[in-house]
């Protein structure tokens, strides 16, 4: 059984910063890939970042890209997004979800409100 469970976030100013956090049991998140998505109101979802089980990282370029940073703490087992340079457009719900066997985002976190106010 795998259990992602996502921390962190909140409320932020424009021009600050958050940080979310992205646990998981039941799985070595070191030996997968993991993913950072967002929800805005009334839009689909869409990629934000991700880190692939050898290291690399991938940005949603048009959005977060020099904003946004995503790292592992393989100790941890943990997988985190900072956020920098904050804007309104970044309110969103956050998810972040773990690669399976079959290579697909299969385990979802329950997602975090990030609100940021001009």
């Known amino acids: 059984q795998v259990h992602v469970v996502q921390s962190g976030g909140g409320q932020a100013q424009a021009g600050g910063s958050l940080r979310l956090s992205c646990a998981a049991s039941?799985?070595?998140?070191?030996?997968?890939?993991v993913g950072w998505f967002r929800q805005i109101a009334g839009k689909t979802r869409e990629f934000v970042a991700s880190v692939s089980r050898t290291g690399r990282s991938a940005y949603n370029d048009d959005s977060v890209k020099g904003r946004f940073t995503i790292s592992r703490d393989d100790a941890k087992n943990t997988v985190s997004l900072q956020m920098n340079s904050l804007k309104p457009e970044d309110t969103a719900v956050y998810y972040c979800a773990v690669e399976g066997s079959t290579g697909l985002y299969d385990y979802w976190g329950q997602g975090t409100q990030v609100t940021v106010s001009s």
């Open positions: 039941g799985r070595t998140l070191s030996n997968n890939g």
